[in-house]
């Protein structure tokens, strides 16, 4: 993992050389890991994709698409909100901090470092960003894959206004995330996002009001379970295993998608994860 200097800073063009590595400081966060606190990082690519197990999942499944991910520091983890719906349960147990993150300090200071560029180097970071999207654009067309693109996958930030043009850019790419954000899904309900981008309401211990009112929408619900199998309903809707791939743009309209309890979540007391017995809870909470 690389610790050293050099590094410029500079552009990328679409289609031309890409962006010179960037060289950001990690902040002296608790929240850091505390051998990258006030560190260099150097941040050479932005997006995965095989190396993520959800997409790698996604990409095994026998579709057509081939998806990549970007992932960010949640929260306030860099020093700066990324995710401003999210509560505190959600952040204990956010994605962020499973699978080798709790092993493997490096790869919270690489998503801390990624965010950091995001917010400090914008510039850099949108043609970074239009470099890889480029790339697979051109790889989609000679090997006839659909491509996929989760920007969320450890943040909730609303990319739809922060880079409009980018899904006009790449009109042929499927762009998706969950989010926490509510009057956002709501603008997705009502048909004002790009239309390459489909939206997933991630409930949480403390929006299951707002998760009932997406449903009712015709919008879809993430539910994190304790156990498998996953009930068949819950909030009174048909619950569907969104386990077997994250391509949550393929799920039916108007159903809870279900998802499995990974790493600390297991343990959770908060209500962010539901029992297995949900529609019971579920009916409890809505008398
Ligand atoms: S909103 Fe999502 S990405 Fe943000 S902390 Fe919560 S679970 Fe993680």
Known sequence: MERTEVIEQGKGSVGGKPPPPLAVTLPELPSVPSAWRGAKYVVRTLLGGEDNPKLRKSNRAGTPFKTWGLALAPAMESGFQTCASSSAACRSHCLYRQGHARIDPSIAACRVAKTIAWKKHREWFEARLRYELARIEKRAREKRFCAAIRLNLTSDIMWEAELPELFEQFADFQFYDYTKHTRRLTRFVKGE??????????????????????????????????????????????????????????????????????GTAKGDESGFVVDADGEKWSLRMAQ
Not at 218 to 243: E, K, M
Request: charged share 20%; hydrophobic share 45%.
């Open 193 to 262: 996002l790009p239309a390459n981008y489909h939206l997933t309401f991630s409930r949480s211990d403390k929006n299951d009001l707002q998760a009932r009112d997406v449903l009712m929408a015709g919008a879809n619900v993430a539910v994190v379970f304790r156990s498998r199998p996953f009930p068949a309903r819950y909030l009174g809707f048909a619950v569907i295993d969104g386990d077997t791939t994250d391509l949550r743009f393929l799920d039916p309209a108007g159903v809870v998608v279900g998802l499995s309890a990974r």
